[in-house]
């Protein structure tokens, strides 16, 4: 993997996929080190959602022309687990709980997904409307 696919617009969605994976990544094997339960709701089933986001987005890095698909899900899957604790605030999917933190988390993770998915469509807009101004060689 060279440099360059690690700047510009492209490298958004990458870059993405670093801080939300390693931060679920790091969030999950801490609470399965810490003696993570497994009961209904336990905090071990959370580990395993978050392990799968992580997956999703390593998915992405090793296949680099399905890293914008790997953002999309994961944006999805936290877009529809925020929507899930506005309905019930506890318990996501009736085996995960909800916590404070998973409030802040959750929506954050969902928006800065949108923002990597939105802003390279929106610098390449940017880009092709300056090549067709009228004077530009």
């Known amino acids: 993997m060279r440099f360059s696919n690690w700047t510009g617009a492209v490298g958004i ?4 996929g670093v801080a939300v994976g390693g931060f679920l990544f790091v969030r999950a094997v801490s609470t399965l080190a810490g003696s993570a339960s497994f009961a209904v709701p336990g905090t071990g089933w959370r580990s395993l ?6 997956a999703i987005l390593v998915t992405g890095f090793v296949w680099p022309k ?3 698909i790997a953002v999309a899900a994961v ?3 936290y877009l529809l687990a925020t929507v ?3 309905v019930n605030g506890t318990v996501l999917l009736g085996a995960i709980p909800v916590d404070m933190r998973d409030r802040i988390v959750h929506p954050l993770i969902a928006l800065l997904g ?19 101004l009228p004077g530009r060689p």
């Open 13 to 16: 969605l990458r870059w993405y």
């Open 114 to 132: 949108a923002a990597a998915l939105y802003l390279p469509m929106a610098v390449e807009n940017a880009r092709l409307r300056a090549r067709k």
């Open 66 to 68: 399905a890293m914008r």
């Open 49 to 54: 959602f978050q392990l799968v986001a992580v």
């Open 84 to 86: 899930s604790e506005l």
């Open 75 to 77: 944006t999805v899957i």
